[in-house]
């Protein structure tokens, strides 16, 4: 690593990661060093684009333009394998000496451009399908990072991904829908229990509102215990690492559950110390 990026390129997107990610931060923590500059290489390239279609008061169209101009400077930072930003040099420096295939990318960007034009799935299929772009192939791409014995691993690192997914998208439900007028609980599910659109906007905690929220966590811890089951393929030195994001993501499903499944009233967020706690598996 540090063929076509500095140590100051890398600095800077450890700081966007300490600033924008805590929880997988402190996950990060846990990987060796090549592992960790990778992880904040990949979080920053990650956010940047996510940060675009995701600024509130930004029309379609702008933040369109903007991720089309962000895309286009990656393309050229792999054509020529430079960049006036240090977030895309330390991504292609991380995507070439890890040899993570480039192809994953744009899924990722073809995700987030979905998202400035979508913000209604029918069923969980659909949401699935967004969902590969925007999440599963983060963990596809952590999966070359941290290398692994079988191709085998591949399925499970997108389930973990898509358990992450579900896990935010059932914490912001109120951001998305108050920021961002987006809802990534299915159609399907929110008539099957008798939740609108209406109740969520108004932050209704009723008991069918509960059910559903039962239900979309069953899903996810669903995903989450067939992840796990790939962690033994990974490289040992990092499994440590994904074994406590894993944990910290899920421990948010227990806080939901908690809290009696309000997640309109306060964001969720842990202390440093019971993130540690967490992680570790205290």
């Not at 063929?3 to 966007?16: P, V």
């Not at 939740?195 to 905690?205: K, P, Q, T």
Request: with cysteine.
């Amino acid at each position: 690593m540090l063929t076509l990026a500095s140590r100051a390129d890398y600095r800077f997107c450890k700081q966007i990661q300490q600033e924008r990610g805590a929880n997988y931060f402190v996950a990060t923590r846990f990987f060796p060093r090549d592992m960790r500059l990778g992880t904040w290489a990949l979080y920053a390239f990650f956010r940047l684009p996510d940060d675009i279609v995701d600024v509130a008061n930004v029309s379609q169209e702008e933040a369109s333009q903007r991720l089309q101009q962000f895309k286009a400077d990656w393309e050229q930072a792999i054509k020529t394998k430079t960049s006036d930003s240090p977030v895309l040099r330390a991504a292609l420096d991380t995507h070439l000496h890890f040899q993570i295939p480039f192809s994953y990318s744009h899924d990722f960007f073809a995700a987030m451009e979905q998202d400035t034009v979508k913000d209604r799935y029918k069923d969980y299929e659909e949401l699935r399908e967004y969902m590969y772009g925007s999440a599963a192939v983060v963990g596809l791409m952590m999966s070359y990072l941290i290398g692994f014995s079988s191709e085998r691993a591949l399925p499970y690192a997108e389930d973990l991904g898509y358990a992450m997914q579900l896990t935010n998208f059932l914490r912001d439900l109120r951001e998305d829908i108050e920021e961002r007028n987006r809802i990534y609980i299915p159609g399907v599910d929110l008539y099957a229990f008798a939740v609108s659109e209406a109740d969520l906007a108004a932050g209704r905690i009723t008991p069918a509102f509960r059910e559903l929220m039962k239900f979309e966590i069953t899903r996810a811890r669903a995903l989450y215990r067939r992840s796990e089951q790939g962690i033994p393929m990974l490289r040992r030195r990092g499994q440590f690492a994904v074994r406590a994001a894993l944990r910290l993501y899920e421990a948010i499903l227990d806080e939901i559950e908690a809290r009696d499944y309000d997640v309109f009233s306060e964001r969720i967020l842990f202390s440093t110390g019971k993130k540690l706690r967490i992680a570790v598996g205290l």
